[in-house]
Antibody
Framework: EVQLVESGGGLVQPGRSLRLSCTAS????????MSWVRQAPGKGLEWVGF??????????EYAASVKGRFTISRDDSKSIAYLQMNSLKTEDTAVYYC?????????????WGQGTLVTVSS | EIVLTQSPATLSLSPGERATLSCRAS??????LAWYQQKPGQAPRLLIY???NRATGIPARFSGSGSGTDFTLTISSLEPEDFAVYYC???????????FGQGTKLEIK
């Protein structure tokens, strides 16, 4: 059974940093691309970014709203994906979901974690 | 950036009725269109990918159609557990990015 468990959320002040982790199990982590999607309270879904599998360079793509501030990385030896969030803004407040793609490159977010809440506030 | 517009914003129907949800793209997305269901307090669940393919474990009452700019999610006969928010999502390959529609809330009439 595919499982994705996010951790690392919490309350952080504007301008500070936070790193989220997504621990995966139930599949060969290194074979799949991973994405992060967020949802502000009471709002819709917003794609944050994406990391390809190492077989496709492990390269990343980001939404314009987070580009230059957020970084996605992966540790295939630990089956963990990370979302490093710097220079946080109040508008980054959201539940952050880790997702597993359908393949090694772009596809669709097929499996989703339960999400972790990030609150950016002074 | 491609914008997805879902309609209606809210759809009120009774169990057993047929539901038709629409998603329109601001420019062609070919068949790179997916549908997700989200219930309160839960993560989204993939229902349909590549416009018309049901994801694993999704009941046959869910079907997707369309290509280019106009897409439809149909639920043939509503079950009580189908009342939720539905999102469409597209994938652009160059540059790679995903966008979601604003959602359609399917509520019990």
């Amino acid at each position: 059974e595919v499982q994705l468990v996010e951790s690392g959320g919490g309350l952080v002040q504007p301008g500070r940093s936070l790193r989220l982790s997504c621990t995966a199990s139930g599949f060969t982590f290194g074979d799949y691309a991973m994405s992060w999607v967020r949802q502000a309270p009471g709002k819709g879904l917003e794609w944050v970014g994406f990391i390809r599998s190492k077989a496709y360079g492990g390269t990343t793509e980001y939404a314009a709203s987070v580009k230059g501030r957020f970084t996605i990385s992966r540790d295939d030896s630990k089956s963990i994906a990370y979302l490093q969030m710097n220079s946080l803004k109040t508008e980054d407040t959201a539940v952050y979901y880790c997702t597993r793609e359908s393949g090694a490159v772009a596809g669709n977010p097929v499996y989703w974690g339960q999400g972790t809440l990030v609150t950016v506030s002074s | 950036e491609i914008v997805l517009t879902q309609s209606p914003a809210t759809l009120s129907l009774s169990p057993g009725e047929r539901a038709t949800l629409s998603c329109r793209a601001s420019q062609s997305v070919s068949s790179y269109l997916a549908w997700y269901q989200q219930k309160p307090g839960q993560a989204p669940r993939l229902l349909i990918y590549d416009a018309s393919n049901r994801a694993t474990g999704i009941p046959a009452r869910f079907s997707g159609s369309g290509s280019g700019t106009d897409f439809t999610l149909t639920i043939s006969s509503l079950e009580p557990e189908d009342f939720a928010v539905y999102y469409c999502q597209q994938r652009s390959n160059w540059p790679l990015m995903y966008t979601f529609g604003q959602g359609t809330k399917l509520e019990i009439k």
